[in-house]
């Protein structure tokens, strides 16, 4: 079915798409809304990502915010839910009166698989900051990593990263960090719901010790995280003081953890496993994240894939599986 623009300004609803890593989600929308209805004779996803990725370093090296080439159209899209650009999994786009419905995703009920890095922390709590701390493993194990986790659930206060889209005094504090400039005031914990916390999986192959089974990511998001930025580089030593660490990222001797988080709108995982990293008397790291469930729509059952964003019948389908 092929929709024309005055076709798709008269489609209302939600639906849930795959997103995948390396992409911001204003990236991702910027893809539907340049797109929508040109089906085989859009550019190709794997395009736009590259062209993404090269805005991206753009922006990194003037640190200055990312612009796109305006699009006119009488669509409206949005999305609900923002994830980092590292991450993947479920993002729920609205389109026309659907933007609406948006709101009931941002304070919803999501889940998520993250994996920690022990031992190490960053500026960003993630992979992509410079490191802060260098910590001991040596006193940390899988139960002690269990007897913690307790803590961070239920009605918690968590202090956001800097690396963060939340405002202070009317500026994004992630413009305050990229531009270097002093933040004005502190940054304030904030009151957030944590519904229940599991660790899947915990290795410290220096002591000897493995716990549970790690999940497997999906082959794309499994490849991404462990090739290009994130590739393994077989580099001596460790992790520096004000260097980056994602050289290190994926060194495969470093103690990690899996968890499975379930929470409401506002959690940071990075948040959560920063300071789950200090409750134990070390550091931690995020340095994957997928988002496997938002509100009812579930990453792969409810998804459609980022190359689907253009063909109109499979939006169309989207937006109707969402509200059965």
Known sequence: MRLTSADASTLHGIFAVNKPPGISCAGLLDYFKRNITKGSSSMSFSEHFDREQALRMKVDNQKKKARRRFVPSNIRVGHGGTLDVEAAGVLVFGI?????????????GKSYLATGLLGVATESYDAEGNVTLLADTATVNGSKIQEAIPQFIGEIMQRPPIYSAIKLDGKRLYEYARGGENIPTEIKPRSVTVSDVKLLYYENQAAGEKIGRQVMLPTDYADYYATGRYEWQNLAGTPVVGQPLLPFANQPTAPKFQLLINSGGGVYVRSLIHDLGQAV???????????????????????????????????VEAIHHADA
């Open 96 to 108: 026309n009166n659907g933007c609406k419905q948006l709101g009931e995703y941002l304070v919803g």
């Open 281 to 315: 008397g070390s550091a931690a790291t995020m340095v994957s994240l997928v988002r496997t469930s938002q509100g009812p729509l579930r990453l792969d059952r409810d998804t459609i894939e980022p190359q689907d964003l253009v063909y109109m019948d499979r939006v």
